[in-house]
């Protein structure tokens, strides 16, 4: 192609760059070359506007630059192509004069934005007014000018193969449902005043599509452009449309088993396709003339699925001609994959979020009381990550505390977060302590993860991080055992809180590193004290060292006064330090410790001897009586702690600690020891010759089980009283 030797007055201006780069790249006629040749020797403003009638099979010139200044005023303007006319670009006048008022906020900003930071905006569908009151289509980027001096605009005039080429490529950026329906519509205003996007409600919440019943689909209005006030009863996004509106679109678009666009020409015409004077008010956009196209969107398939229809409106006196209404089916057409995308995604994001809502913890008890927060990055982020979270009750009394992080996002993550998560649940509840548990883990991982095909799908389990604690309302000790996950903070009462001493240990799966023990840490908690567990999402910011972000957060665990309610505490706090904008889920566990008093129970050590068992059965005997506990309840408890007694004294050596508990729930036994061995329930009958001991204890308890500690083992009953 041709280009001008001639150079440009002032190579530095943008406005010359922009106008001679692309200019080289655009056929010109012999008219064109003439005007360009007038446009080298004098003031583009001064030259008369380019033949109307160009020579035939030229290709149109689309482009056109205007300057402005500081105060977004026009100083010079180049829209001498055709497509222009009815532009009216007068220097001095601000630029926003050639816009619709509804984008004039939105555009100021961004001309403002490319003033303040020197960084160009590139490529954006804006519409200009023209003076008979038509709109033109262009392609929109601005640009700084050198040294400062203000602005340059360049404007492309969008002919319907660009447009359909920017517009398909501009609706597939996104995968949130409501952004991806509003690029459709701003898409479809080249064609018309109003476009609309109406979904099948199904694709609005992301459930799965299927070929619909003639007159079955229900209509959600998902996109409306222009963003202007509208008539009351018009329906807007958010809106369902009314049954029967829906019922005759569904059948307009659904003629003869196949999806097909109609045109309604005129209002008339519409108001008797409606026929009720409440439809109107809730599909027409307004009371003038005008007429409508709806084009369906439709999925490929055996039989094709009908995801919702696009509707353009025009005003009265622009009818659709064949060509543009082949035009809006090919958009819609090409973007229709692009609207089922999003709906996977929103069907995705969905799942993974009841999931991890179902894993957040319900509510604290009697010895201790939780909140938890979970904010999960912006949905068109990449979805909902493996961030997980939880606080149970365990069966003898204790309460676990667990949250890890699972690497990635996705339904991917969020499956593994589940599976760690229940696992860990169930293996706590087995008795076993922190660090065993996270040796299991750290099996499964490694087990489970297929590392190329989790990073392929946006996750891995290999590195994802775990810490567990476990509240003693009796001692009022947390232990503690943690995988790679940040340090816990702890505010004992009165104090100031800070992280909790904890040797850092890689995460699980971590097979590159040396394998290491678990190690556990012990410390007390006494009641009014609060213990914060939190993912990296809440302290991580770009602009602070990893300590100080945690120093930060244990600063405002810190200020919650012990009459504070624990749930508007957590979301104050989390209000308060999450980043932003929010890279990565935040979450966060505040647990309060509370306790048993001291009246609720009672430690005994007692030999391992023959008599070990009337020992207990005595001391127990009294302590039900000074707690006014029932005569049937004291014999099921008397019988029990005898039984585990003389079990522990056959079986274990050693000293043996008794302990019992009163709670709201009943009494709980407790008979340690120093053996290894696993209590177990035969089938053996009560005449057997042995391992009647068991029997009475499962049929006199509601639960009974055993948990593992340093020395030995501890074999718990729970009494109903």
């Given at each position: 192609m041709d280009?001008?030797?001639?150079?440009?007055?002032?190579?530095?201006?943008?406005?010359?760059?922009?106008?001679s780069?692309?200019?080289r790249?655009?056929p010109?006629?012999?008219?064109?070359e003439?005007?360009g040749?007038?446009?080298?020797?004098?003031d583009?403003?001064?030259?008369?506007r380019?033949?109307?009638?160009?020579?035939?099979?030229?290709?149109?010139?689309?482009?056109?630059?205007?300057?402005?200044?500081?105060?977004l005023?026009?100083?010079r303007?180049?829209?001498?192509?055709?497509?222009?006319?009815?532009?009216e670009?007068?220097?001095g006048?601000?630029f926003v004069?050639?816009?619709?008022?509804?984008?004039?906020?939105?555009?100021?900003?961004r001309?403002?934005?490319?003033?303040?930071?020197?960084?160009?905006?590139?490529?954006?569908?804006?519409?200009?007014?023209?003076?008979?009151g038509?709109?033109?289509v262009v392609?929109?980027?601005?640009l700084?000018?050198?040294?400062?001096?203000?602005?340059?605009?360049?404007?492309?005039a969008?002919?319907?193969?660009?447009?359909?080429?920017?517009a398909?490529?501009?609706?597939?950026t996104?995968?949130d449902?409501?952004?991806?329906?509003?690029?459709?519509?701003?898409?479809?205003l080249?064609?018309?005043d109003?476009?609309a996007?109406?979904?099948?409600?199904?694709?609005?919440?992301?459930?799965?599509?299927?070929?619909?019943?003639?007159?079955?689909?229900?209509?959600?209005?998902?996109?409306l452009?222009?963003?202007?006030?509208?008539?009351?009863?018009?329906?807007?996004?958010?809106?369902?449309?009314?049954s029967d509106?829906?019922?005759?679109?569904?059948?307009?678009?659904?003629?003869?088993?196949?999806?097909?666009?109609?045109?309604i020409?005129?209002r008339?015409?519409?108001?008797?396709?409606?026929?009720?004077?409440?439809?109107?008010?809730?599909?027409?956009?307004?009371?003038?003339?005008?007429?409508?196209?709806?084009?369906?969107l439709?999925?490929?398939?055996?039989?094709?699925?009908?995801?919702?229809?696009?509707e353009?409106?025009?005003?009265?006196g622009?009818?659709?001609?064949?060509?543009?209404?082949?035009?809006?089916?090919?958009?819609?057409?090409?973007?229709?994959?692009?609207?089922?995308?999003a709906?996977?995604?929103?069907?995705?994001?969905t799942?993974?979020?009841?999931?991890?809502?179902?894993?957040?913890p319900?509510s604290?008890?009697?010895?201790?009381?939780?909140?938890?927060i979970?904010?999960?990055?912006?949905?068109?982020?990449?979805?909902?990550?493996?961030?997980?979270v939880?606080?149970?009750p365990?069966?003898?009394?204790?309460?676990a505390?667990?949250?890890?992080?699972?690497?990635g996002?996705?339904?991917?993550a969020?499956?593994?977060?589940?599976?760690?998560?229940?696992?860990a649940r169930?293996l706590?509840?087995a008795?076993?302590a922190?660090?065993?548990?996270?040796?299991h883990?750290?099996?499964?991982?490694?087990?489970?993860?297929?590392?190329d095909?989790?990073?392929?799908?946006?996750?891995?389990?290999?590195?994802s991080?775990?810490?567990?604690a476990?509240?003693?309302?009796?001692?009022?000790?947390?232990?503690?055992?943690?995988?790679?996950?940040?340090?816990?903070?702890?505010?004992?009462?009165?104090?100031?809180?800070?992280?909790?001493?904890v040797?850092?240990?890689?995460?699980l799966?971590?097979?590159?590193?040396?394998?290491?023990?678990f190690d556990?840490?012990?410390?007390?908690?006494?009641?009014?004290?609060?213990?914060?567990?939190?993912?990296?999402g809440?302290?991580?910011d770009?602009?602070l060292?990893i300590?100080?972000?945690?120093?930060?957060?244990?600063?405002?665990?810190?200020?919650?006064h012990p009459?504070?309610?624990?749930?508007?505490?957590?979301?104050?706090?989390?209000?308060?330090?999450?980043?932003?904008?929010?890279?990565?889920?935040?979450?966060?566990?505040?647990a309060r410790?509370?306790?048993?008093?001291?009246?609720?129970?009672?430690?005994?050590?007692?030999p391992?001897r023959?008599?070990?068992?009337?020992?207990?059965?005595?001391?127990?005997?009294?302590l039900?009586?000074?707690?006014d506990?029932?005569?049937?309840?004291?014999?099921s408890?008397?019988?029990?702690?005898?039984?585990?007694?003389?079990?522990?004294?056959?079986?274990?050596?050693?000293?043996?600690?008794?302990?019992?508990?009163?709670?709201?729930?009943?009494l709980?036994?407790?008979v340690?020891?120093?053996?290894?061995?696993?209590?177990r329930?035969?089938?053996?009958?009560?005449?057997?010759d042995?391992?009647?001991?068991?029997?009475?204890?499962?049929?006199?308890?509601?639960?009974?089980?055993v948990?593992?500690?340093?020395?030995?083992?501890?074999?718990?009953?729970?009494?109903?009283?």
């Open positions: 280009s001008d030797p001639t150079p440009s007055p002032s190579p530095a201006s943008p406005f010359n760059m922009v106008s780069a692309l200019g790249y655009i010109r006629g012999p008219a064109a003439a005007a040749s007038a446009d080298q020797q004098g583009a403003a001064a030259r008369p380019e033949q109307a009638d160009p020579t035939p099979g030229r290709q149109e010139q689309i482009l056109g630059a205007v300057n402005l200044d500081r105060d005023r026009i100083t303007c180049n829209l001498d192509p055709p497509v222009f006319a009815g532009v670009a007068v220097t006048s601000p004069e050639l816009l619709p008022p509804w984008d004039v906020p939105t555009v100021t900003r001309l403002r934005q490319v003033l303040e930071t020197g960084e160009p905006h590139v490529a954006r569908v804006q519409r200009l007014r023209r003076s008979d038509s709109e033109l392609s929109m980027s601005i700084a000018a050198a040294h400062g001096e203000g602005l340059t605009v360049s404007l492309i969008m002919a319907k193969r660009l447009h359909l080429y920017a398909e490529t501009a609706i597939g996104s995968l449902i409501g952004e991806t329906a509003q690029s459709l519509a701003d898409s479809l080249a064609w018309g109003v476009a996007i109406d979904l099948d409600f199904a694709v609005w919440t992301g459930e799965a599509v299927t070929g619909q019943q003639q007159g079955r689909i229900r209509l959600r209005r998902a996109a452009v222009p963003d202007r006030a509208w008539p009351d009863g018009y329906v807007t996004p958010g809106d369902d449309l009314p509106a829906s019922r005759l679109l569904a059948q307009a678009i659904q003629r003869h088993d196949a999806a097909q666009p109609i045109v020409p005129d008339a015409a519409i108001e008797r396709a409606l026929g009720s004077a409440r439809l109107v008010r809730a599909l027409v956009p307004g009371d003038q003339a005008a007429g409508v196209a709806c084009i369906p439709v999925l490929d398939g055996a039989p094709p699925v009908v995801l919702g229809v696009a353009v409106w025009r005003r009265e622009r009818p659709f001609d064949d060509s543009e209404l082949l035009d809006l089916q090919e958009l819609v057409g090409r973007t229709a994959h692009h609207v089922d995308l709906r996977q995604h929103q069907r995705e994001h799942q993974v979020l009841a999931l991890q809502r179902r894993l957040l319900r604290g008890g009697d010895t201790i009381e939780t909140a938890s979970y904010q999960p990055a912006a949905p068109d982020s990449a979805g909902v990550g493996g961030d997980w939880n606080s149970f365990l069966p003898d009394g204790r309460t505390l667990v949250i890890g992080d699972v690497v996002h996705g339904l991917g969020a499956a593994t977060m589940g599976q760690l998560s229940m696992e169930a706590v509840s008795g076993l922190p660090d065993e548990v996270l040796e883990l750290d099996e499964t991982v490694s087990l489970l993860d297929d590392a095909s989790g990073l392929a799908a946006g996750y891995s389990a290999l590195g991080t775990c810490c567990i476990v509240y003693d309302p009796v001692s009022h000790q947390v232990t503690l055992s943690s995988a790679g996950h940040l340090p816990p903070l702890l505010v004992p009462p009165g104090r100031p809180g800070g992280p909790v001493a040797r850092p240990h890689p995460g799966g971590a097979e590159f590193a040396l394998r290491e023990p556990v840490h012990a410390f007390d908690a006494p009641p009014g004290s609060l213990l914060a567990l939190y993912t990296d809440l302290v991580e770009p602009a060292a300590d100080e972000g945690i120093g930060r957060l244990a600063d405002a665990v810190s200020t919650i009459w504070d309610a624990l749930p508007h505490a957590a979301r104050r706090v989390v209000s308060t330090l999450a980043p932003v904008p929010q890279r990565d889920d935040v979450t966060l566990l505040l410790m509370i306790g048993y008093r001291k009246e609720d129970t009672a430690t005994w050590r007692l391992a023959s008599d070990a068992a009337a020992r207990a059965r005595t001391l127990v005997s009294a039900l009586r000074q707690w506990a029932r005569d049937a309840t004291r014999d408890v008397l019988l029990v702690v005898s039984e585990l007694v003389a079990n522990a004294v056959r079986f274990a050596e050693g000293p043996l600690t008794v302990r019992l508990i009163r709670s709201g729930q009943g709980l036994c407790e340690g020891d120093t053996g290894n061995g696993r209590p329930l035969g089938r053996k009958g009560l005449l057997a042995g391992g009647r001991g068991l029997h009475v204890v499962h049929g006199l308890t509601t639960r009974w089980g948990r593992w500690t340093d020395t030995g083992k501890v074999v718990w009953a729970s009494v109903a009283t």
